[in-house]
């Protein structure tokens, strides 16, 4: 059976808009992760070697999202934290909002094996939706670049 698609990126005139896709909303906040590194560099040489955990929080999906890709753009920038590999291990719902907790794997930056694409600046709230039908769950942000 083909694999179904993870992502894929939408015309938007000077960002990287993209919707990423999943099963449930765990698999899609997953796809979106995998997406951003890609708009970043070629994600197939990021070995993913180092494991790291995330645990974030925020009042509603949509700044789950925000924060979530934020996370790991941190990361990123302050570490040289390149990843490939995602695993939600739990997302839901809180008195407070909504809290996820992951698993990720990557490598450090290495600018003779990590071929540079584009640097992503920030993750934005501009036209960001969170699309939940049967089985399927589309998600759709902007990559500020």
Same mark, same amino acid.
């Given at each position: 059976?083909? &694999?179904?698609?993870?992502?894929?990126?939408? *015309?938007?005139? %000077? !960002?990287?808009?993209?919707? +990423?896709?999943?099963? !449930?909303?765990?698999? %899609?906040?997953?796809? %979106? /992760?995998? +997406?951003?590194?890609?708009?970043?560099?070629?994600?197939?040489?990021?070995?993913?070697?180092?494991? !790291?955990?995330?645990?974030? /929080?925020?009042?509603?999906?949509?700044?789950?999202?925000?924060?979530?890709? *934020?996370?790991?753009?941190?990361?990123?920038?302050?570490?040289?934290?390149?990843?490939?590999?995602?695993?939600?291990?739990?997302?839901?719902?809180? %008195?407070?909002?909504?809290?996820? &907790?992951? *698993?990720?794997?990557?490598?450090?930056?290495?600018?003779?094996?990590?071929?540079?694409?584009?640097?992503?600046?920030?993750?934005?709230?501009?036209?960001?939706?969170?699309?939940?039908?049967?089985?399927?769950?589309?998600?759709?942000?902007?990559?500020?670049?």
């Amino acid at each position: 059976m083909a &694999r179904k698609k993870r992502f894929e990126f939408l *015309e938007h005139t %000077a !960002d990287a808009y993209i919707a +990423a896709y999943g099963r !449930d909303l765990a698999e %899609a906040f997953e796809n %979106a /992760a995998f +997406a951003m590194f890609d708009v970043m560099t070629d994600i197939a040489k990021i070995t993913p070697e180092v494991k !790291d955990s995330v645990e974030v /929080a925020a009042e509603d999906e949509h700044a789950l999202l925000y924060i979530w890709l *934020e996370t790991l753009l941190i990361k990123f920038d302050i570490y040289g934290m390149l990843y490939s590999k995602f695993k939600i291990l739990q997302l839901k719902k809180t %008195a407070k909002g909504f809290m996820l &907790r992951a *698993e990720i794997w990557g490598e450090k930056f290495n600018p003779k094996k990590h071929m540079q694409k584009v640097g992503v600046k920030a993750i934005t709230y501009h036209v960001m939706e969170i699309i939940k039908e049967a089985g399927k769950v589309t998600l759709k942000f902007i990559l500020d670049i």
